[in-house]
């Protein structure tokens, strides 16, 4: 009953930026975390970024640190990504995550970020 939908991908020069949008829908009342992950072709899906949803704490992998901020607007129950400094080695499919109770998991559709030099 969760549903996730992104938005925001497309297609930037290297050292562009881009924002992207996950919004959450349905049954997200025990809702622990959002974040991102992402995906390259022949590549397995990696952690990108997180957040607690009712603190606000953040954590950002290293490679991407100092490049992507995560944040949240809990009005709108929708988590974002901001992508600055991209490299065509950010060249993803990026997927929104939620975290909630009894281990469940959720994932959105998926958009695709491509970077060209």
């Known amino acids: 009953q969760v549903q996730l939908v992104e938005s925001g991908g497309g297609l930037v020069q290297a050292g562009g930026s881009l924002r992207l949008s996950c919004a959450a829908s349905g049954h997200t009342f025990s809702r622990y975390f959002m974040g991102w992950y992402r995906q390259a072709p022949g590549k397995e899906r990696k952690f990108v970024a997180r957040i607690h949803w009712s603190s606000g704490s953040t954590y950002v992998e290293d490679s991407v640190k100092g490049r992507f901020t995560i944040s949240r607007d809990n009005a709108k129950n929708t988590v974002y990504l901001q992508m600055n400094s991209l490299t065509p080695e950010d060249t993803a499919i990026y997927y929104c995550?939620?975290?909630?109770?009894?281990?469940?998991?959720?994932w959105g559709q998926g958009t695709q970020v491509t970077v060209s030099s």
């Open positions: 995550h939620l975290t909630g109770g009894q281990g469940n998991e959720h």
